[in-house]
């Protein structure tokens, strides 16, 4: 079980890219999923978190720009990024809290992290 990120690049300030994040392998469903960011030099920040039933949370700093939205039937977060800021440029690591098969409780799944570079 894995999730592959894509749709990183490289954008001018004011422009706007979209993440993707989908899982593959035997998974039935994923609770919270969530986007982090990694920036040079800094440490791992969230940037949202939407739960199973759509509900988003955002980190001050991207409220109003960033929109996370998912597809449940096929186990896939997106990230809409718009009005992008140099200070946005980053790893961008996707995440999900995966329930066990068997039993309760749930455990993290990591992305490998798209990298997104905003120039000013």
């Known amino acids: 079980v894995q999730l592959q990120a894509s749709g990183g690049g490289l954008v001018q300030a004011g422009g706007s890219l979209r993440l993707s994040c989908a899982a593959s392998?035997?998974?039935?469903?994923?609770?919270?999923m969530g986007w982090y960011r990694q920036a040079p030099g800094k440490q791992r920040e969230l940037v949202g978190v939407?739960?199973?039933?759509?509900?988003?949370t955002y980190a001050d700093s991207v409220k109003g720009r960033f929109t996370i939205s998912r597809d449940n039937a096929k186990n896939t977060v997106y990230l809409q990024m718009n009005s992008l800021k140099p200070e946005d440029t980053a790893v961008y690591y996707c995440?999900?809290?995966?329930?066990?098969?068997?039993?309760?409780?749930?455990?993290?799944?990591w992305g490998q992290g798209t990298l997104v570079t905003v120039s000013s």
């Open positions: 939407i739960t199973s039933g759509g509900r988003t």
């Open positions: 995440n999900g809290a995966v329930p066990y098969a068997l039993g309760p409780g749930e455990y993290d799944l």
């Open positions: 392998g035997s998974i039935f469903s994923i609770n919270d």
